[in-house]
Protein backbone atom coordinates (compact mmCIF):
# COMPACT_ATOMS: atom_id res chain seq x y z
CA UNK A 1 0.00 0.00 0.00
CA UNK A 2 1.42 3.36 -1.03
CA UNK A 3 1.45 6.04 1.56
CA UNK A 4 0.28 9.39 0.82
CA UNK A 5 1.44 13.01 1.42
CA UNK A 6 1.09 12.48 5.17
CA UNK A 7 3.59 9.17 5.44
CA UNK A 8 6.26 11.50 3.05
CA UNK A 9 5.85 14.62 5.78
CA UNK A 10 5.77 12.47 8.54
CA UNK A 11 9.07 10.27 7.53
CA UNK A 12 11.10 13.53 6.76
CA UNK A 13 9.77 14.67 10.10
CA UNK A 14 11.94 11.90 11.29
CA UNK A 15 8.96 8.89 12.17
CA UNK A 16 9.80 5.65 12.75
CA UNK A 17 7.86 3.25 10.94
CA UNK A 18 7.20 -0.47 12.61
CA UNK A 19 4.69 -3.42 11.51
CA UNK A 20 2.69 -4.92 13.86
CA UNK A 21 1.45 -8.99 14.47
CA UNK A 22 -2.38 -9.02 16.10
CA UNK A 23 -2.46 -11.71 18.26
CA UNK A 24 -5.81 -11.47 19.08
CA UNK A 25 -9.16 -9.09 20.13
CA UNK A 26 -11.72 -8.92 22.97
CA UNK A 27 -15.08 -6.95 23.25
CA UNK A 28 -14.57 -4.30 26.05
CA UNK A 29 -18.18 -3.27 25.40
CA UNK A 30 -20.33 -4.17 22.92
CA UNK A 31 -19.57 -0.52 21.15
CA UNK A 32 -15.70 -0.64 21.91
CA UNK A 33 -12.81 -3.71 20.76
CA UNK A 34 -9.63 -4.31 21.79
CA UNK A 35 -6.90 -5.39 19.81
CA UNK A 36 -3.99 -7.09 21.07
CA UNK A 37 -0.29 -6.77 18.72
CA UNK A 38 3.08 -7.62 19.13
CA UNK A 39 5.14 -4.37 18.63
CA UNK A 40 7.84 -5.41 16.01
CA UNK A 41 10.59 -3.46 18.06
CA UNK A 42 8.58 -0.43 18.52
CA UNK A 43 8.65 0.05 22.48
CA UNK A 44 12.25 -0.69 22.78
CA UNK A 45 13.06 1.55 20.05
CA UNK A 46 10.67 4.27 20.80
CA UNK A 47 10.17 4.01 24.61
CA UNK A 48 7.21 4.54 26.24
CA UNK A 49 5.82 7.26 28.06
CA UNK A 50 1.99 8.51 29.47
CA UNK A 51 -0.95 9.01 26.85
CA UNK A 52 1.32 7.41 24.33
CA UNK A 53 -0.08 7.06 20.52
CA UNK A 54 0.88 6.03 17.24
CA UNK A 55 -0.64 5.63 13.93
CA UNK A 56 -1.61 3.06 12.57
CA UNK A 57 -2.01 2.75 8.41
CA UNK A 58 -5.19 1.38 6.43
CA UNK A 59 -6.04 0.53 3.52
CA UNK A 60 -9.31 2.46 2.14
CA UNK A 61 -9.68 1.39 -1.41
CA UNK A 62 -6.10 1.06 -2.46
CA UNK A 63 -5.51 4.87 -0.46
CA UNK A 64 -3.68 4.58 2.50
CA UNK A 65 -5.43 6.27 5.78
CA UNK A 66 -4.19 6.78 8.91
CA UNK A 67 -5.80 7.24 12.25
CA UNK A 68 -3.93 7.93 15.81
CA UNK A 69 -4.59 5.24 18.76
CA UNK A 70 -3.53 5.13 22.61
CA UNK A 71 -1.29 2.14 23.63
CA UNK A 72 -3.06 -0.30 25.85
CA UNK A 73 -1.43 -2.16 28.98
CA UNK A 74 1.84 -1.45 27.40
CA UNK A 75 5.05 -4.06 28.36
CA UNK A 76 8.03 -3.51 26.77
CA UNK A 77 9.88 -6.27 28.35
CA UNK A 78 7.14 -8.55 26.50
CA UNK A 79 6.85 -5.98 23.19
CA UNK A 80 3.10 -6.35 23.32
CA UNK A 81 0.56 -3.92 23.50
CA UNK A 82 -3.23 -3.33 22.60
CA UNK A 83 -6.11 -0.89 21.39
CA UNK A 84 -9.45 -0.12 21.67
CA UNK A 85 -11.10 0.36 18.52
CA UNK A 86 -14.79 2.50 18.08
CA UNK A 87 -17.49 -0.02 16.87
CA UNK A 88 -18.72 2.77 14.31
CA UNK A 89 -18.80 2.63 10.69
CA UNK A 90 -15.30 3.29 8.95
CA UNK A 91 -12.06 1.51 7.54
CA UNK A 92 -10.58 1.17 10.88
CA UNK A 93 -13.70 -0.20 12.70
CA UNK A 94 -13.74 -2.20 9.90
CA UNK A 95 -10.23 -3.74 9.94
CA UNK A 96 -10.84 -4.51 14.06
CA UNK A 97 -13.69 -6.49 13.23
CA UNK A 98 -12.40 -8.93 10.69
CA UNK A 99 -8.34 -9.21 11.68
CA UNK A 100 -7.21 -12.51 12.84
CA UNK A 101 -4.35 -13.03 14.95
CA UNK A 102 -1.08 -13.20 12.48
CA UNK A 103 -2.71 -10.17 10.55
CA UNK A 104 -0.07 -7.67 9.92
CA UNK A 105 -0.53 -3.79 10.24
CA UNK A 106 1.75 -1.03 9.89
CA UNK A 107 2.27 1.50 12.61
CA UNK A 108 4.23 5.07 12.81
CA UNK A 109 5.53 6.86 15.69
CA UNK A 110 5.92 10.55 15.53
CA UNK A 111 4.04 13.27 17.37
CA UNK A 112 3.04 11.41 20.45
CA UNK A 113 4.79 13.07 23.59
CA UNK A 114 4.40 14.06 27.73
CA UNK A 115 5.99 14.36 30.57
CA UNK A 116 4.13 14.48 33.64
CA UNK A 117 4.20 17.68 35.75
CA UNK A 118 7.07 18.12 38.45
CA UNK A 119 6.66 19.20 41.26
CA UNK A 120 3.52 17.00 41.74
CA UNK A 121 0.22 18.76 41.17
CA UNK A 122 -2.14 19.85 43.88
CA UNK A 123 -5.14 18.51 41.68
CA UNK A 124 -5.10 16.95 38.36
CA UNK A 125 -8.63 17.90 36.20
CA UNK A 126 -9.39 15.81 33.13
CA UNK A 127 -11.66 16.01 30.33
CA UNK A 128 -12.55 13.02 28.05
CA UNK A 129 -14.49 10.74 26.79
CA UNK A 130 -14.20 6.71 25.77
CA UNK A 131 -11.50 7.32 23.19
CA UNK A 132 -9.27 8.80 25.57
CA UNK A 133 -9.96 6.39 28.25
CA UNK A 134 -6.87 4.65 27.29
CA UNK A 135 -4.64 7.72 27.56
CA UNK A 136 -6.19 8.49 31.02
CA UNK A 137 -5.58 5.56 32.28
CA UNK A 138 -2.11 5.68 31.55
CA UNK A 139 -1.90 9.24 33.44
CA UNK A 140 -3.43 8.08 36.38
CA UNK A 141 -0.65 4.45 36.45
CA UNK A 142 1.80 7.06 35.92
CA UNK A 143 0.55 9.94 38.82
CA UNK A 144 0.66 6.34 41.29
CA UNK A 145 4.49 5.32 40.57
CA UNK A 146 5.99 9.31 40.84
CA UNK A 147 4.05 10.87 43.49
CA UNK A 148 3.22 7.80 45.51
CA UNK A 149 -0.87 7.90 46.19
CA UNK A 150 -0.08 10.90 43.57
CA UNK A 151 -2.32 13.83 43.12
CA UNK A 152 -5.93 13.84 43.27
CA UNK A 153 -7.50 13.54 39.52
CA UNK A 154 -11.61 15.06 39.08
CA UNK A 155 -12.14 13.66 35.59
CA UNK A 156 -15.67 14.41 33.75
CA UNK A 157 -16.18 11.65 31.07
CA UNK A 158 -18.61 12.16 28.15
CA UNK A 159 -20.24 9.14 26.96
CA UNK A 160 -23.19 8.53 24.03
CA UNK A 161 -23.84 4.48 24.79
CA UNK A 162 -25.35 3.42 27.98
CA UNK A 163 -22.26 0.61 28.16
CA UNK A 164 -19.48 3.47 28.19
CA UNK A 165 -19.64 4.22 31.81
CA UNK A 166 -18.70 0.46 32.51
CA UNK A 167 -15.24 1.32 30.97
CA UNK A 168 -12.59 0.59 33.13
CA UNK A 169 -11.43 3.91 34.75
CA UNK A 170 -8.03 3.22 36.93
CA UNK A 171 -8.73 6.20 39.95
CA UNK A 172 -7.80 5.50 43.27
CA UNK A 173 -10.02 6.61 46.46
CA UNK A 174 -8.93 10.39 46.54
CA UNK A 175 -10.58 10.79 42.49
CA UNK A 176 -13.96 12.02 41.53
CA UNK A 177 -15.31 10.40 38.27
CA UNK A 178 -18.44 12.23 36.73
CA UNK A 179 -20.01 10.42 33.45
CA UNK A 180 -21.90 13.33 31.69
CA UNK A 181 -24.37 12.16 28.68
CA UNK A 182 -23.61 13.69 25.34
CA UNK A 183 -26.14 16.08 24.49
CA UNK A 184 -26.59 19.63 22.28
CA UNK A 185 -23.38 18.39 20.40
CA UNK A 186 -21.34 18.45 23.78
CA UNK A 187 -22.77 21.72 24.83
CA UNK A 188 -23.67 19.66 28.06
CA UNK A 189 -19.72 18.90 29.17
CA UNK A 190 -18.14 22.19 28.45
CA UNK A 191 -21.22 23.73 30.45
CA UNK A 192 -20.97 21.32 33.33
CA UNK A 193 -16.59 21.38 33.52
CA UNK A 194 -16.47 25.19 32.93
CA UNK A 195 -18.94 25.59 35.53
CA UNK A 196 -17.15 23.85 38.16
CA UNK A 197 -13.64 25.32 36.79
CA UNK A 198 -13.95 28.74 38.83
CA UNK A 199 -11.43 30.78 40.75
CA UNK A 200 -12.82 29.08 44.48
CA UNK A 201 -11.95 25.82 42.84
CA UNK A 202 -8.73 25.85 40.61
CA UNK A 203 -5.54 27.08 41.88
CA UNK A 204 -4.16 28.60 38.22
CA UNK A 205 -0.27 27.79 40.06
CA UNK A 206 -0.64 24.80 41.26
CA UNK A 207 -3.27 22.45 38.90
CA UNK A 208 -2.81 20.46 36.08
CA UNK A 209 -5.55 20.62 33.17
CA UNK A 210 -5.64 17.52 31.01
CA UNK A 211 -8.43 17.82 27.84
CA UNK A 212 -8.88 15.25 25.50
CA UNK A 213 -12.87 14.93 23.95
CA UNK A 214 -14.03 15.52 20.75
CA UNK A 215 -12.25 19.46 19.39
CA UNK A 216 -14.67 21.76 20.04
CA UNK A 217 -15.22 21.14 23.03
CA UNK A 218 -11.69 20.67 23.52
CA UNK A 219 -11.62 24.41 22.35
CA UNK A 220 -14.12 25.75 24.72
CA UNK A 221 -12.41 24.29 27.65
CA UNK A 222 -9.26 25.39 27.09
CA UNK A 223 -10.37 29.02 25.80
CA UNK A 224 -12.07 29.14 29.84
CA UNK A 225 -9.23 27.81 31.15
CA UNK A 226 -6.65 30.34 29.31
CA UNK A 227 -8.83 33.48 29.53
CA UNK A 228 -11.28 33.22 31.96
CA UNK A 229 -9.35 31.97 34.23
CA UNK A 230 -5.49 32.53 33.46
CA UNK A 231 -4.48 29.12 33.57
CA UNK A 232 -0.99 29.23 31.87
CA UNK A 233 -0.76 26.88 28.73
CA UNK A 234 1.99 24.82 30.35
CA UNK A 235 0.02 23.62 33.04
CA UNK A 236 -2.69 22.58 30.37
CA UNK A 237 -2.38 19.46 27.75
CA UNK A 238 -5.43 19.59 25.44
CA UNK A 239 -6.16 17.41 22.29
CA UNK A 240 -8.86 17.41 20.40
CA UNK A 241 -9.33 13.36 19.73
CA UNK A 242 -12.07 13.52 17.36
CA UNK A 243 -14.30 15.75 14.95
CA UNK A 244 -18.07 15.55 14.68
Known sequence: MKRNWEGVVLKVMGAKDFTLEVTGREEITPDFLRVHVRDGGLLERSGLHPTMWIRLWFDDSGKAHQRAYT??????????????????HGVAA?????????????ATVQGSSFSFPQPAPRRIWVVGDPASIPAINSLLDERQLSAGHGSPVTAWLEYQHDADPSLEVRTSGSDVVTWIPRKRDGAALVEEVC?????????????FFWIACEASSTRAIVKHLRKGLGVDKHRIDALGYWRV
Open 195 to 207: GALTEETVSVADD
Open 71 to 88: LVNADPVAGTFSMDFAMH
Open 94 to 106: DWARSVQAGDTID
